[in-house]
């Protein structure tokens, strides 16, 4: 039996745990603002996905001069001058720290999967089943970073799919 939860009734805790999160391993303020999503050039989405009673995944979406600023406070100035596995590490680590900390709002037993990271100018990222629960633009010093919650409802109509790209 598929569980059922709405993360619109979270979206404020949500909003805070990103905050806090920020805080604590960047030392960043990361403000909700409100701004229709664009397709940025060169960006970055670190995602994380969720098996079990609940599916969807939570994924954050960046610029790579923001995904380089994070790095370079997270992990330090000399891990961060070009886009490398240390970069893809601090993205893929804000992903998952934001998954678990979700985790905790979902169904027990609902598992995640090791953080997923994807880097360029054209790519899409595509959900079969796919329902955006929320999408929240951040503004921190580093730019706007966005993280998406989607639900996979595998019951829905084939052409009900979440693009990002």
């Known amino acids: ?23 604590t391993m ?22 994380i996905y969720f098996a079990g009673p609940w599916k969807g995944a939570a994924m954050i979406e960046c610029s790579r001069d923001a995904a380089l600023e994070f790095t370079r406070l997270l992990a330090g100035p000399g891990d961060a001058d070009d886009f490398n596995d240390s970069v893809r590490d601090v993205l893929g680590e804000l992903a998952n720290t934001i998954g678990g900390n979700l ?15 994807v880097q360029g100018s054209d790519y899409l990222i595509w959900f079969s089943g796919g329902n955006t629960v929320s999408r929240i633009a951040f503004e921190c010093d580093a730019g706007i970073v966005w993280l998406h919650v989607i639900e996979v409802q595998p019951k829905m109509a084939p052409e009900a799919v979440v693009v990002l790209a």
């Open 103 to 117: 985790k905790a709002i979902l169904p027990k037993g609902t598992t995640l999967s090791m953080p997923v990271v």
């Open 1 to 23: 039996m598929e569980a059922k939860l709405s993360l619109t009734e979270h979206l404020d805790e949500i909003r805070g745990m990103v905050e806090m999160i920020f805080m």
């Open 26 to 47: 960047l030392d960043m303020t990361a403000r909700p603002v409100s701004q229709e999503w664009q397709k940025c050039e060169r960006s970055v989405t670190a995602s």
